[in-house]
């Protein structure tokens, strides 16, 4: 029992859990590495990605009717391009986006009833992409 805890949780699966929940009870300060201990067996595991609590970008009012708005924050100096795209995937409009504001209001008058994406880029980097809903 007090070596199961230093097996790959992979491998060991809830034997390895339970016995690492265990012997907590005795040595709470006791940390395991699960990326080398499964590597040891063979076992790699993916990278996870920190994903931020905070939206980068908003669109609102959603559904819109005769406008709406992106708010955003672009990193440093460098301007944004904002990108439109109806239901197949087809660009629409592109306006650029200034890194000192941080709303862009555009219309929606011309555009019909429907579902349309929004890609917002700084640089060649994808900072976010949302969906519009268009009701009139």
Not at 25 to 40: G, W
Not at 54 to 63: A, V
Not at 107 to 133: A, C, F, H, W
């Amino acid at each position: 029992m007090i070596s199961k805890p230093t097996n790959a949780p992979m491998s060991g699966g809830n034997y390895v859990i339970t016995a690492r929940a265990l012997y907590a009870l005795v040595n709470p300060s006791k940390h395991y590495n699960d990326r080398e201990l499964c590597l040891l067996d063979g076992i790699q595991l993916k990278q996870t990605q920190q994903i931020s609590a905070k939206p980068k970008c908003r669109l609102f009012p959603n559904p819109a009717n005769e406008s709406a708005t992106l708010s955003y924050q672009l990193g440093g100096d460098a301007t944004g391009v904002l990108t439109l795209f109806n239901h197949v995937g087809q660009e629409i409009a592109r306006h650029e986006l200034n890194a000192e504001e941080t709303s862009f209001k555009f219309s929606t008058i011309n555009m019909v009833p429907g579902v349309y994406y929004l890609k917002i880029r700084q640089n060649s980097e994808i900072i976010d992409n949302l969906k519009l809903v268009i009701i009139r």
